[in-house]
């Protein structure tokens, strides 16, 4: 079974699956904070506040190291594709929006960084509380329709082949 498997499909196996854990670690991260610390937060503000900058700073690492990761993979599974002869026109349209919000998301980031969010200094400013918020929003959601999109490039692809 194994022995039709070349070195250069073990290769793409091991790319693929950094790709996918780098982005579940990316898009769970963003999630847990929008979804679990900031409702804890809301409920317990005095609790919870003093601890958001350290693990902001800590998970900022994280997505640093993920975001780096999806790119460089993301591009090695593209010029895969592209040098197969098997991708579709279709699989460029869905490939080329998946790639837009890809980028999109990466801005955000990078914009977050930009504004220098300080979850303990302002903590009524409405305006930086809730582009934090937006923020994280965004990125779960973008990243779950992005998800999406990986699935149906698989799935078009591997029609594209068997036809
Ligand atoms: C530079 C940006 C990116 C590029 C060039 C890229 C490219 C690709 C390509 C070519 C594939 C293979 C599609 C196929 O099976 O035909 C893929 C799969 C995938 N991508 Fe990306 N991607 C990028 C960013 C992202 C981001 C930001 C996420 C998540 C937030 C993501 C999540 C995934 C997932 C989950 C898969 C499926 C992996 C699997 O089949 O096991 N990608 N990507």
């Given at each position: 079974?194994?022995?039709?498997?070349?070195?250069?499909?073990?290769?793409?196996?091991?790319?693929?699956?950094?790709?996918?854990?780098?982005?579940?670690?990316?898009?769970?991260?963003?999630?847990?904070?929008?979804?679990?610390?900031?409702?804890v937060e809301k409920a317990n503000p005095d609790a919870?506040?003093?601890?958001?900058q350290p693990l902001s700073s800590v998970y900022r690492?994280?997505?640093?190291?993920?975001?780096?990761?999806?790119?460089?993979t993301g591009l090695i599974l593209m010029f895969d594709?592209?040098?197969?002869?098997?991708?579709?026109?279709?699989?460029?349209?869905?490939?080329?929006?998946?790639?837009?919000?890809?980028?999109?998301?990466?801005?955000?980031?990078?914009?977050?960084?930009?504004?220098?969010?300080?979850?303990?200094?302002?903590?009524?400013?409405?305006?930086?509380?809730?582009?934090?918020?937006?923020?994280?929003?965004?990125?779960?959601?973008?990243?779950?329709?992005?998800?999406?999109?990986?699935?149906?490039?698989?799935?078009?692809?591997?029609?594209?082949?068997?036809?």
């Amino acid at each position: 079974m194994f022995e039709q498997i070349t070195a250069g499909d073990w290769i793409l196996l091991i790319v693929r699956w950094a790709h996918a854990i780098s982005s579940v670690a990316w898009i769970g991260g963003s999630a847990f904070f929008a979804l679990v610390l900031r409702p804890v937060e809301k409920a317990n503000p005095d609790a919870v506040r003093p601890i958001l900058q350290p693990l902001s700073s800590v998970y900022r690492e994280l997505v640093d190291i993920s975001v780096i990761a999806i790119i460089i993979t993301g591009l090695i599974l593209m010029f895969d594709r592209l040098t197969g002869n098997d991708a579709s026109p279709v699989w460029f349209v869905v490939l080329g929006v998946k790639l837009a919000l890809a980028v999109w998301m990466f801005y955000l980031v990078w914009r977050f960084r930009q504004s220098d969010f300080n979850p303990t200094t302002q903590p009524s400013g409405l305006a930086g509380r809730l582009s934090w918020l937006i923020g994280y929003n965004a990125i779960v959601f973008f990243g779950v329709i992005i998800f999406l999109l990986a699935s149906v490039l698989r799935t078009l692809f591997e029609n594209s082949i068997s036809n």
